[in-house]
């Protein structure tokens, strides 16, 4: 259906957010990012050991339903998507704006929906970006990476190449681990983290695209020209760049260098973040049918099988109980201070931001949480450093609860 626009104003002021007193160890509970949110001790929410700025948070839209990722195009403006369907732009002059755009066919079913968005680097000049969404077909359904021009107004998305990328499977019936997120990897191809649908045999199945991380070539969708099989005969293969996910949420690309980490929302017993590795395998194994009377999905498996041989451990896991990690962003410029270079990561479960320092390898160095984002805002989906060097979160509360907040740090 084309959307009817509309347009309104909101005042930006800032909101109070109380800061909280956090000590002791630096794991937290939690359970998969479609439970409820759940207390948690004091001493489950640790602070950092470097000096971090007081940070000022400012809502700049509310009423919003599930929105699940945020970007900053260069002229300032802020676009968002909401899981059901649907644009927003946010104007540099603080007008809020939906966008008309066809969202006719989309499949909206349980975690499954219009998910992830990115814009082209070479956005200025094309006013290309890219979604990961669910997508009606005839043989039922699939997950797509469908390609959008936006106009110079900021009133219409038109699909350009629709998909870009098809066949990534769903599950139909419940539309659990449907990831998505899609982001730019430093050499310019466009990485899609995929979920397993809740099919015990796709994380290890290098013949389907669920359970992984592909890399493909944003103009014409195939493969990545130096993808780890990109010799394989099968071309579902020649995709993949990782394999052996659950659910990859978050992509982060390490600002000045070559890494990329994913952020997999786990089980009841780990989340990870992992370093991403070409061709790696990095363990998940359920080794079940697909969910329902047929068969079944042991979630009871470790996120990472260490009986797999060459399976890579995760930088950073949560242990049981779990906090439900979505999506993640690094955080870069002097400004930030203390936080300078840090991974924030979305929390659900255990509603906040997680912070991870990390050294030069990509080892964890210390965990802790944003104290004015703890417990303050709901679940957290997306962070999201914008252009202009600001944080920008999406909120996923539902029922017209969700915001996207500004985060700056004060003075």
């Not at 950092?48 to 839209?61: G, H, I, K, R, T």
């Not at 802020?78 to 946010?90: I, M, N, P, S, Y």
């Not at 704006?97 to 909206?108: I, S």
């Not at 999506?327 to 929390?347: E, I």
Request: aromatic residues 6%; negative net charge; proline residues 6%.
């Amino acid at each position: 259906m084309l959307g009817r626009v509309t347009t309104r104003k909101l005042a930006l002021g800032p909101c109070m957010a109380a800061v909280l007193a956090v000590t002791g160890c630096s794991s937290a509970p939690g359970e998969q990012g479609d439970e409820a949110a759940t207390d948690v001790s004091d001493d489950a929410r640790a602070s950092s050991s470097v000096d971090v700025p007081a940070l000022d948070v400012q809502v700049l839209a509310d009423d919003l339903d599930h929105p699940w990722d945020v970007a900053q195009a260069p002229d300032g403006t802020l676009l968002l998507d909401e899981r059901a369907g649907g644009f927003t732009a946010v104007l540099p002059d603080g007008t809020v704006r939906a966008l008309d755009a066809d969202f006719d066919d989309l499949l909206a079913e349980g975690e499954t929906g219009l998910m992830g968005l990115t814009l082209d680097p070479e956005f200025a000049d094309n006013r290309r970006l890219y979604t990961c969404q669910g997508v009606r077909t005839d043989a039922g359904g699939e997950i797509a990476v469908i390609a959008w021009t936006v106009d110079a107004g900021w009133t219409t998305a038109t699909r350009v190449a629709d998909p870009l990328l098809g066949g990534i499977p769903v599950n139909r019936s419940s539309g659990r681990h449907g990831g998505c997120r899609p982001r730019f990897d430093p050499s310019g191809a466009l990485l899609v983290g995929t979920g397993d649908n809740a099919v015990g045999s796709n994380p290890q199945d290098l013949g389907t695209l669920a359970g992984k991380v592909l890399r493909i070539d944003a103009t014409t969708g195939g493969p990545a020209a130096d993808n780890p099989f990109t010799t394989d005969p099968d071309p579902v293969t020649r995709l993949i760049y990782s394999y052996g996910h659950r659910n990859v949420q978050g992509i982060a690309v390490r600002p000045g260098g070559e890494q990329v980490f994913t952020v997999e929302q786990g089980t009841g017993r780990d989340d990870e973040v992992n370093l991403s590795v070409a061709g790696g395998n990095f363990g998940y194994d359920p080794d079940g049918a697909p969910e329902g009377p047929e068969g079944d999905y042991d979630e009871s498996v470790p996120m990472t099988d260490p009986d797999i041989e060459g399976s890579i451990a995760a930088v950073w896991s949560s242990g049981d109980p779990t906090i439900a990690t979505s999506g993640g962003s690094f955080v870069t410029g002097a400004q930030w201070g203390g936080y300078d270079g840090v991974l924030l990561v979305g929390v659900q479960k255990d509603t906040g931001v997680l912070g991870l320092r990390l050294d030069a390898d990509g080892g964890l160095v210390e965990q802790f949480r944003v104290p004015e984002l703890e417990d303050s805002y709901g679940r957290v989906r997306s962070p999201v450093q914008g252009l202009d060097g600001a944080l920008y979160l999406t909120t996923d509360n539902g029922e017209g609860e969700d915001q996207l907040l500004r985060v700056t740090p004060v003075g």
